[in-house]
């Protein structure tokens, strides 16, 4: 492709934008569309979907007007309407609907909660929890003695933060977490809890299913 022959790959997935998504980490971002500009789903012999790839360089729809930065654009085909952008946020690619996409909410609003909490804590060094407020700011949640911590000399850690994730970024005490936010905070870490339980559960049965096989053997002197 990149040695502008025109090839036509083919793939599995369960949806165009998923086939997309595959590329991402093998392929990188800037050259996804030069790599992949047109996507045609296929189901039961018929073509129900094709999607375009288009790159810009824009803020993300919902982020601030000097976050410009290169966004991959995806694009309905024949209606030119934007469904998704592809965009680099803190360490971490992100593909998140446009708003008023589908009934969609907002982009920002759409990250997942986790993910963002883990870009702030590899920049705060500290335990937190964020709870998104709108498209354009969050609330942070620190241990109520490192607050001073958090903020930074002359509010420095904010800035840095806020210029990090393109959001307004308002540091509160867990003292003052709100309820919502716990219930969300104690229903993934049931979830977490039950995936890695079912997992040690899985790995005793084929340990103890390769041991009766061992028992069985008859040792060889």
């Known amino acids: 492709r990149l040695a502008g022959v025109g090839l036509l790959g083919v793939t599995h997935a369960n949806s165009a934008l998923e ?3 595959r590329l991402i980490g ?20 018929k073509i129900v979907k094709v999607l375009e790839l288009r790159m810009v360089v824009k803020p993300p729809t919902g982020m601030q007007e000097d976050l410009s930065r290169p966004v991959i654009e995806v694009v309905e ?8 952008e ?8 992100s593909v998140v609907p446009v708003e008023g996409a589908g009934g969609a909410k907002s982009p920002v609003l759409r ?8 870009a702030i804590r590899d920049m705060l060094h500290m335990r937190c929890e964020v709870d998104l407020v ?34 307004s970024l308002q540091i ?11 219930s969300t905070i104690d229903d993934e870490t049931a979830s977490d809890f039950d995936i890695q339980d079912m997992r040690s559960r899985k ?10 096989k061992r028992k069985k053997g008859k040792r060889r002197r």
């Open 203 to 212: 790995s005793r049965a084929w340990e103890e299913h390769r041991g009766g």
């Open 172 to 182: 509160k005490p867990m003292s003052e977490m709100p309820r919502h936010l716990k």
């Open 86 to 93: 592809m965009f680099a946020f803190g360490s971490e690619i």
């Open 77 to 84: 085909f024949p209606s030119g309407k934007v469904s998704h």
């Open 19 to 21: 086939a997309i998504q």
């Open 111 to 118: 990250f997942a909660r986790h993910g963002l909490c883990n």
């Open 134 to 167: 709108s498209t354009t700011q969050a609330n942070v949640y620190v241990p109520d003695r490192m607050i001073g911590a958090a903020v930074g000399p002359q509010g420095s850690m904010v800035k840095d933060m806020e210029e990090e994730m393109g959001i």
């Open 26 to 45: 093998k392929v990188e971002l800037g050259l996804v569309p030069q790599v992949l500009d047109t996507i045609l789903h296929v189901e039961h012999g």
